[in-house]
């Protein structure tokens, strides 16, 4: 089952590095969207109702989704890394 994951991040943001560092680490695709250098990103965020980074979005191909921070061990179980 192929899983889509979207992390929303700003340069400022520790945390955001540190799972764009994980989930490299952890041979894990993901797309990047940069919220200060994109308004509309910065409005996905809002609408998905979350007020700090990183925003992580994990689609499945049955067309559910996750969203949640960063957390090693929920990204383990969801990723089956």
Request: hydrophobic content about 35%; glycine content about 4%; overall charge negative.
């Amino acid at each position: 089952m192929e899983k889509k994951v979207i992390i929303y991040t700003q340069e400022t943001c520790p945390p955001c590095f540190a799972e764009k560092e994980w989930l490299k680490a952890n041979n894990i695709e993901f797309e990047e969207r940069d919220i200060r250098k994109n308004q509309s990103f910065m409005k996905e965020v809002m609408d998905l109702g979350a007020s700090a980074t990183p925003v992580t979005v994990i689609k499945t191909e049955e067309g559910k989704q996750v969203v949640m921070g960063f957390n090693e061990d929920e990204l383990s179980v969801l990723l089956k890394k």
